[in-house]
T-cell receptor
Framework: ETGVTQSPTHLIKTRGQQVTLRCSSQSGHNTVSWYQQALGQGPQFIFQYYREEENGRGNFPPRFSGLQFPNYSSELNVNALELDDSALYLC?????????????FGEGSWLTVV | DQQVKQNSPSLSVQEGRISILNCDYTNSMFDYFLWYKKYPAEGPTFLISISSIKDKNEDGRFTVFLNKSAKHLSLHIVPSQPGDSAVYFCAATSGTYKYIFGTGTRLKVLA
């Protein structure tokens, strides 16, 4: 167990709706990254937050947005949901901004868009 | 453009034998690599990492080998156990904020 917790674990949304996924990072970890894992694929980087600021972003449209709070927990928001957004959304936490870091994943949130 | 490739989608190995999982990469700037194991309905679990300044790293039954000239790394599991049955992902970074993952190899260890 990594100490990274995510909620909800499963949810179903309708196309066009909005969703918020939540993540509590491992104790002592101040950096949070979000990944999307579609069926049969590896995780794909969405963005990273460090000290409440977006620190980097992958190839995802602006309707994917996030927040990090002073306690280092984080949210991923997706607006105008599309069918292709159906995936496992993974939160990963790490310590600081070292050049390389091991990231530790939570259990993920399964999103189905119908 | 798949910068990290795991060309074997699945692998079956007898219990007690060696499992070898392979990973190739194309970006010569990658200099830190990790392996993760994923069971169904769980998030990926960190297994082992290697920096490009090394060519081998061991942790118990798990050893990772890095061949920089071939842009290839492999994970060896010896001896393989039924509990090792999972999907294994390799990931790479060039020291930026993101990791690039392969598509995974499903390992099945047969009792």
């Amino acid at each position: 167990e990594t100490g990274v917790t995510q909620s909800p674990t499963h949810l179903i949304k309708t196309r066009g709706q909005q969703v918020t996924l939540r993540c509590s990072s491992q104790s002592g970890h101040n950096t949070v990254s979000w990944y999307q894992q579609a069926l049969g694929q590896g995780p794909q980087f969405i963005f990273q937050y460090y000290r409440e600021e977006e620190n980097g972003r992958g190839n995802f449209p602006p309707r994917f947005s996030g927040l990090q709070f002073p306690n280092y927990s984080s949210e991923l928001n997706v607006n105008a949901l599309e069918l292709d957004d159906s995936a496992l959304y993974l939160c990963a936490s790490s310590v600081g901004q070292a050049r390389v870091n091991t990231i530790y994943f939570g259990e993920g949130s399964w999103l189905t868009v119908v | 453009d798949q910068q990290v490739k795991q060309n074997s989608p699945s692998l079956s190995v007898q219990e007690g034998r060696i499992s070898i999982l392979n990973c190739d990469y194309t970006n010569s700037m990658f200099d830190y690599f990790l392996w993760y194991k994923k069971y169904p309905a769980e998030g990926p679990t960190f297994l082992i990492s290697i920096s490009s300044i090394k060519d081998k790293n061991e942790d118990g039954r798990f050893t990772v080998f890095l061949n920089k000239s071939a842009k290839h790394l492999s994970l060896h599991i010896v001896p393989s156990q039924p509990g090792d049955s999972a999907v294994y992902f390799c990931a790479a970074t060039s020291g930026t904020y993101k990791y690039i993952f392969g598509t995974g190899t499903r390992l099945k260890v047969l009792a």
